[in-house]
């Protein structure tokens, strides 16, 4: 059974960073390609998309909301990716999810439980 399981959430004032990791397993990725994404969810709105990487084209994508605070990056352990998150906005305030895609294709089929990022003013 595949498992994504996120970390690095915590309470930040803005202005600040955090930096969230997440790792899969219990599934054969490709050592070459995998794909992965963040997603969050803030009180009383919609799921969104924040990030995404294609590890076999080293191809990333992002936000319009996030782009140039937000970067997304494949650790190196197996399997991981991590969020950084610079000159974090209120805005920014939400539960974040990651996604596993193990076909870079297949659809984000794998998420984690999330973890809780706040941001004071």
């Known amino acids: 059974q595949v498992q994504v399981v996120e970390s690095g959430g915590g309470s930040v004032q803005a202005g600040g960073s955090l930096r969230l990791s997440c790792a899969a397993s219990?599934?054969?990725?490709?050592?070459?390609?995998?794909?992965m994404a963040w997603f969050r969810q803030a009180p009383g709105k919609e799921r969104e998309w924040v990030a995404s990487?294609?590890?076999?084209?080293?191809?990333?994508n992002y936000a319009g909301s996030v782009k140039g605070r937000f970067t997304i990056s494949r650790d190196n352990a197996k399997n991981s990716v991590s969020l950084q998150m610079n000159s974090l906005k209120p805005e920014d305030t939400a539960m974040y999810y990651c996604?596993?895609?193990?076909?870079?294709?297949?659809?984000?089929?794998?998420w984690g439980q999330g973890t809780q990022v706040t941001v004071s003013s």
């Open positions: 996604a596993a895609d193990p076909l870079c294709g297949g659809g984000y089929n794998y």
């Open positions: 219990g599934y054969t990725f490709s050592r070459s390609r995998y794909c």
């Open positions: 990487i294609d590890t076999g084209a080293g191809s990333t």
